[in-house]
T-cell receptor, first 110, second 113 residues
Framework: GENVEQHPSTLSVQEGDSAVIKCTYS??????FPWYKQELGKRPQLIID?????GEKKDQRIAVTLNKTAKHFSLHITETQPEDSAVYFC?????????FGQGTRLTINP | KAGVTQTPRYLIKTRGQQVTLSCSPI?????VSWYQQTPGQGLQFLFE???????NKGNFPGRFSGRQFSNSRSEMNVSTLELGDSALYLC????????????FGQGTRLTVV
């Protein structure tokens, strides 16, 4: 079945710097790759997603890139702000289910 | 429109008891998935229902079961509770889990004592 690996597990960056989180997936049939942000005590919220027919997608300070050949995708956050501090999860579709990575705890230092 | 609603929000049960959790998806969504979230284990897939049929099941023991009703509401049941079942249980709804956005409920925090 699908397996998603996410790195790093923790990431600490200075406010204003960029943050990058990387994921790899195993199922070449996967065609949808969302990213979720989960703040402490809250539900995971979809922040951006990408489908297999697209290589890159941007939404203001957030971008996601997908390399289908290498089976990896990445989340890029530019000009980080304190409110970006949270746990981020990547996911990939596999047989009618979303399989999640283990999460990255992002801390923005003022 | 209303989001995904899970009830109850918090639950404390004793080992050996059983528990039923409820999830009401976003109107029009027919797919409901359940996940177990524990510290350090991320989001572990339990099962997915679409139009009252279980289409996929994760690697959990048979004590974990679920069902979906004709109005797409879903319930999850855990029998013979163990201490290790303490977790946040999240459900997510979607038009179709494999290709469209999934939205999560607030979760049910289950504590087994």
């Amino acid at each position: 079945g699908e397996n998603v690996e996410q790195h790093p597990s923790t990431l600490s960056v200075q406010e204003g710097d960029s943050a990058v989180i990387k994921c790899t997936y195993s199922d070449s049939a996967s065609n949808y790759f969302p990213w979720y942000k989960q703040e402490l005590g809250k539900r995971p919220q979809l922040i951006i997603d990408i489908r297999s027919n697209v290589g890159e997608k941007k939404d203001q300070r957030i971008a996601v890139t997908l390399n289908k050949t290498a089976k990896h995708f990445s989340l890029h956050i530019t000009e980080t702000q304190p409110e970006d501090s949270a746990v981020y999860f990547c996911a990939a579709t596999g047989a009618q289910k979303l399989v999640f990575g283990q999460g990255t705890r992002l801390t923005i230092n003022p | 429109k209303a989001g995904v609603t899970q009830t109850p929000r918090y639950l404390i049960k004793t080992r050996g008891q059983q528990v039923t959790l409820s999830c009401s998806p976003i109107s029009g969504h027919r797919s409901v998935s359940w996940y177990q979230q524990t510290p350090g284990q991320g989001l572990q897939f339990l099962f997915e229902y679409f139009s009252e049929t279980q289409r996929n099941k994760g690697n959990f023991p048979g004590r974990f079961s679920g069902r979906q009703f004709s109005n797409s509401r879903s319930e999850m049941n855990v029998s013979t509770l163990e201490l290790g079942d303490s977790a946040l249980y999240l459900c997510a709804s979607s038009f179709s889990m494999s290709y469209t956005e999934a939205f999560f409920g607030q979760g049910t925090r289950l504590t087994v004592v």
